[in-house]
């Protein structure tokens, strides 16, 4: 992560609020993207900014993806934080009818980087962003995309192996299929909040599906154990899809039935997909910084 001053951190970490006319952001009107300060993840697009009066940078859309929706702690606001690192921007607002999305993304300044677009660059084209210091750098897309959510065991394996294949963006690991709200990792080990180490994977559709990727998911990890992946056993560690639509659901359902028809006794669940609450920093892109391979996860070939 890059090293924030104590004036970042308080709103960055701690989910101070600068106060308003005082960011350098706030009448900011250059073409380009704005980036996370603490990982650099794109966020937002300038053609999304606009002049709410409120004294904060205001967008009525993020680039997808990017923004987390959490409930604030004051039990009344929506907090918004980086969908990569969970850094603090700000907060969300619907009903005031700015533009035609109805939505104000108000975001700190102090939370913001920006990178210009290059010259003579389509304002279509998705600009370029600086690599994050422990994250990979944002992958080529089309400009549409869609997520996929799979738990096989620990995450750390699917998701160094989600993260090769072709048309996948991004794969966040974290935990789903809960009750706790912003569930930590021990939390999850002790088994008290009923979580699934999980991936989530971001793809574009115009490069690969979502049968590929669940077909991939079948192959890199044991869909016969249960409660576990090789050494590590704990229902944090079950084996699930988890579903966003009816069509996602049909397809993990098929590919199950294909794999029952070949002899496996599959264990898998299918679960229609609740919040994801993003896994803590030193979770994410593990083995890619580590610099070794998956103990847990290897690909087995079980689809013609």
């Given amino acids: 992560m890059r090293k924030l001053t104590p004036k970042e951190e308080d709103v960055i970490l701690y989910k101070a609020t600068e106060p308003p006319f005082s960011g350098k952001f706030c009448h900011h009107t250059e073409k380009g993207t704005y980036i996370c300060r603490r990982c650099g993840a794109p966020l937002y697009r300038s053609k999304h900014k606009f002049n709410a009066g409120c ?4 967008f009525d859309r993020a680039i997808p993806g990017a923004v987390l929706c959490v409930p604030d702690a004051d039990g009344v606001r929506t907090e918004i934080i980086c969908a990569r690192c969970g850094g603090h921007l700000g907060h969300v607002f619907e009903g005031e009818g700015f533009t ?3 939505t104000r993304h108000c975001v700190n300044s102090v939370s913001l980087d920006f990178v210009p677009l290059p010259e003579n660059a389509s304002s279509h084209r998705r600009p370029f962003s600086p690599a994050p210091v422990v994250f990979p750098p ?3 897309y089309s400009g549409e995309t869609q997520y996929a959510v799979f738990a096989g065991g620990c995450f750390w394996g699917i998701e160094y192996l989600m993260n090769q294949a072709p048309g996948v963006l991004d794969v966040q690991s974290g935990y789903t299929g809960g009750e706790t709200e912003h569930p930590t990792y021990e939390q999850v080990c002790r088994g008290e909040t009923g979580h699934y180490e999980a991936v989530r994977i971001l793809f574009d559709p115009s490069q690969t599906d979502y049968e590929t990727l669940a077909k991939l998911f079948f192959e890199i990890h044991d869909p016969t154990q249960a409660d576990g ?4 056993t704990g229902a944090q560690y079950r084996s699930a899809v988890f579903y966003a639509d009816s069509e996602q659901k049909e ?13 496996l006794d599959v264990v898998t669940q299918v679960l229609p997909l609740t919040e994801f609450w993003p896994a803590e920093d030193y979770h994410q892109h593990y083995y890619e910084r580590k610099g070794t391979q998956p103990y847990c996860h290897r690909r087995v070939k079980r689809f013609d």
């Fill in 55 to 58: 004294g904060w940078p205001s």
């Fill in 100 to 102: 035609p999305t109805d």
């Fill in 138 to 140: 944002p992958k080529p």
């Fill in 229 to 232: 992946q090789g050494p590590d």
């Fill in 251 to 263: 397809c993990a359902e098929k590919l199950i039935r294909l794999l029952r028809e070949k002899g």
